[in-house]
């Protein structure tokens, strides 16, 4: 069964950095995949921030992040990272990744849809103080 666990939340203040890890089993990331990130505040919609694949050329950033936060993944850890800087209030939320098996590329026009991804990780709280 593919089972994904984000870590690496917490709680810091604005202009701060935090690294967040998804580590995947079940799959390993040399076959076809993607990985995405989403957050999600109290009383707002789930919202995709990233995307890698095996085949992208370049990730996925939604406009919100462009600039501060960044997106790579390990192979050999089987683990997909992102990497957050300056880090503002807004920021707040449980943090989650997904994954797409058996595919190469992110889909280029539903990466931030949520029946997209077929597998959940149980989220990451990242709290930024003012």
């Known amino acids: 069964e593919v089972q994904l666990v984000e870590s690496g939340g917490g709680l810091v203040q604005a202009g701060e950095s935090l690294k967040l890890s998804c580590t995947a089993s079940?799959?390993?990331?040399?076959?076809?995949?993607?990985i995405g990130w989403f957050r999600q505040a109290p009383g707002k919609e789930r919202e995709g921030i990233s995307c890698i694949s095996t085949s992208d050329v370049w990730p996925y950033y939604a406009d919100s992040v462009k600039g501060r936060f960044t997106i790579s993944s390990d192979n050999a850890k089987n683990t997909v990272y992102l990497q957050m800087n300056n880090l503002k209030p807004e920021d707040t939320a449980v943090y989650y990744c997904?994954?797409?098996?058996?595919?190469?590329?992110?889909?280029?026009?539903?990466?931030?849809?949520?029946?997209?991804?077929?597998?959940w990780g149980q989220g990451t709280q990242v709290t930024v103080s003012s």
């Open positions: 079940g799959f390993t990331f040399a076959d076809d995949h993607a």
């Open positions: 997904a994954s797409i098996i058996a595919v190469s590329i992110c889909p280029a026009t539903a990466w931030t849809y949520i029946p997209s991804y077929d597998h």
